[in-house]
């Protein structure tokens, strides 16, 4: 692949492993775990989804006891240059704002992690102000404050984006040393929808109306404004859709980049990554165009209202768990997904067979 192969000339070492260690999951076990499914105490495939998500998983650990313990959803947030056109509802100051409120439980996806077991981590991969704080959930990598206004150049460098992406992948590589299972994506920056519709226009072809919504709830004007912001920062930075850091770099955000990273670290390690809405999903799109085999370890929690992330699921053939008309993003769709994937789980783990209950399985 040209692609991998320009990765690997320009020493982007960590990035070019991480992809060169990430293989399709192994299938052979799969007759093995749906028999077992198929004879837990149930009609075969009553379940449903629950059944399907227990079989992803295992076949993903590789096991036919699998366990699900400890699970943690990564918010990662940065600022975005391009915010500065008036693409949002909010001021971009609420990014760091709100950063603050994750550290100090007080925001959605606080309160859903709480509700599912989940561990949150806040990562400062580009937020525009310093954070000043020792919280022990924040983790302080920040490459740059924020992108640059993507109508008037890049959003950033090459040598950025490949940062924050092997800032995800190393972050993984942390945590799954202390006891990883299962990750959630989540997010916070101000004018992130703008970007991910730019990078959803550009890899999935899709015209930039088919794939921009309202983001934070601007009205006709301003999603009109945002939609020209788009077609110029397109005609301005011309990125290839064959090259996914040349698009990623021109029209797309740090924490989109550290997400995707997130997201390659995952599948190199052997965990299931529940993606979230509409940015994680531009995220999931940069992962899968770096490395198609990432797909197999992805799990799309929901359907977002933004309708660019529809295009997104359709393009991966990714079916979600959910449509609660959800578009906060912060990971609160993908921490209530990690509840599902848990259910299925201990479907397998905790019921009983036929044999062992001693029930009949047919008349």
């Known amino acids: 692949m040209e692609e ?30 749906q028999h077992k499914l198929d004879n837990l105490t149930k ?32 918010v990662v947030a940065a600022d975005h240059g391009v915010a500065d056109e008036g693409v949002s509802a909010f001021p971009k100051e609420v990014t760091a704002q ?21 561990r949150v981590v806040v990562v400062d991969i580009g937020v525009a102000e310093e954070i000043n704080t020792s919280h022990p959930a924040l983790r302080n990598c920040k490459v740059a404050l924020g992108t640059k ?8 460098t090459k040598a950025q984006a490949v940062s924050a992406i092997e800032t995800g992948i190393r972050l993984v590589e942390k945590e799954s040393g202390q006891g990883l299972d299962i990750l959630a994506t989540g997010e916070m920056g101000i004018a992130n929808t703008t970007a991910s519709s730019a990078i959803t226009t550009v890899m999935t072809g899709r015209s930039i109306r088919e794939v921009t919504g309202r983001g934070t709830g601007i009205d006709d004007t301003g999603w009109q404004r945002k939609a020209s912001v788009i077609k110029k920062a397109i005609r301005v930075n011309r990125p290839r859709a064959e090259d996914t850091l040349d698009v990623l770099s021109k029209v797309g955000g740090l924490e989109i980049a550290c ?4 997201i390659l670290g995952g599948a190199a390690h052997n965990i299931p990554v529940v993606v979230d809405g509409f940015i994680s999903g531009a995220a999931a799109l940069i992962a899968y165009g770096l490395c198609p085999a990432a797909k ?68």
């Open 296 to 363: 197999d370890y992805m799990i799309a929690s929901h359907c977002s209202v933004e309708i660019g992330h529809r295009v997104i699921l359709k393009y991966l053939g990714l079916n979600p768990l959910m449509d609660l008309s959800l578009r906060l993003g912060e990971g609160t769709g993908a921490v209530l997904g990690i509840n599902l994937v848990e259910a299925g789980v201990k479907i397998m783990t905790q019921m009983a067979s036929f044999e062992s209950a001693k029930v009949s399985q047919s008349i």
């Open 4 to 33: 991998l192969a320009s990765i690997r000339e320009n020493n982007m070492s960590l990035l070019f492993n991480t992809i060169a260690q990430i293989k399709p999951v192994d299938q052979s076990l799969a007759p093995a775990i």
């Open 98 to 118: 709100m950063v603050r409120n994750f550290l100090q439980n007080g925001a959605g996806i606080n309160v859903l992690a709480r509700h599912t077991g989940t």
């Open 149 to 156: 206004n993507m109508v008037q150049g890049p959003a950033m």
């Open 43 to 74: 009609p075969q495939g009553s379940l449903g989804r629950l059944e399907e998500l227990a079989l992803q998983y295992a076949l993903i650990k590789q096991t036919l006891e699998p366990k699900l313990e400890h699970k943690l959803v990564m």
């Open 259 to 262: 997400l995707a990273g997130v």
